[in-house]
């Protein structure tokens, strides 16, 4: 399986690999859903809203506020600097990813397409303009200079569409991919999900990284039942090692 893979990168001229909360959680990525303290009386869906902000401004940006602060330490993993490196094996490679921590870009990825943002920005609630500043405080919640809107953390809430340009430049890349590689993600939150599938059906090589099975582990023409963060750096040493006979076209 290793040999046919180290293969494919090696034929391949187009690739997209789309992640999810896996990855993100081999570097311990908190999942913000804590049982003890203020925040354990909230669900996240009760919060990252834009009706809760509107009602209730200072204690949303209390809990992103929060949630900034504990991920503070949390560092890019094995999975995540492969993935830098995996990218100089393609004259087209796209990162989408569906997680909202920036260690993608942290690691050193260039082209990331983050579909529900990133938590590190802020934009304004009415014209979507991004702000500057990275730290809020929540009793002074700053205002937009171009409109006079709110300052909200620049990431996709409950009941909102992901960026249209965004979205729509992943299904392109992924209707184009020959080789499309699903890292870490459940496979079931849409429209992410469409996309491994729009691929394969695009004629695309299907790989899935993912320790648990998903609703695409069926479909997957390769299946890596492992932590990204273990299987992509030994997949890069066979890639430097020569295995594989594959070449560019």
């Known amino acids: 399986m290793l040999e046919k893979l180290c293969n494919l990168v090696k034929s391949c001229h187009k690739a997209v690999v789309l992640t999810g909360?896996?990855?993100?959680?081999?570097?311990?990525?908190?999942?913000?859903?804590?049982?003890?303290?203020?925040?354990?009386?909230f669900r996240a869906e009760e919060l990252a809203t834009m009706e809760a902000f509107m009602a209730n401004p200072k204690i949303v940006w209390e809990w992103y506020n929060w949630r900034r602060e504990l991920m503070g330490g949390v560092k890019p993993n094995p999975g995540h600097l492969a993935l830098v490196?995996?990218?100089?094996?393609?004259?087209?490679?796209?990162?989408?990813?569906q997680n909202v921590d920036g260690l993608h870009r942290a690691a050193g990825s260039t082209e990331v397409l983050e579909l529900h943002g990133n938590i590190n920005r802020n934009k304004c609630v009415k014209c979507s303009a991004p702000y500057e500043e990275s730290d809020i405080d929540p009793d002074r919640i700053p205002k937009c200079s171009r409109c006079g809107g709110q300052i909200r953390p620049d990431v996709v809430w409950f009941g909102e569409m992901l960026p249209?340009?965004?979205?729509d430049t992943a299904f392109r890349r992924s209707e184009e991919a020959e080789l499309f590689f699903s890292i870490g993600t459940s496979a079931i939150v849409h429209p992410a999900a469409s996309l491994p599938i729009t691929a394969k059906h695009c004629g695309a090589t299907l790989v899935e990284i993912n320790p648990e099975e998903t609703p695409l582990s069926g479909l997957a023409d390769i299946r890596i039942a492992e932590r990204s963060?273990?299987?992509?750096?030994?997949?890069?040493?066979?890639?430097?090692?020569?295995?594989g006979s594959g070449e560019k076209g």
């Open 21 to 41: 909360a896996g990855i993100s959680a081999e570097s311990g990525v908190p999942t913000f859903r804590g049982k003890e303290g203020l925040w354990g009386r």
């Open 85 to 97: 490196e995996l990218a100089n094996h393609f004259g087209s490679f796209t990162l989408v990813t």
């Open 164 to 167: 249209g340009e965004v979205i």
């Open 229 to 243: 963060g273990e299987f992509l750096p030994r997949l890069l040493e066979a890639i430097r090692s020569g295995i």
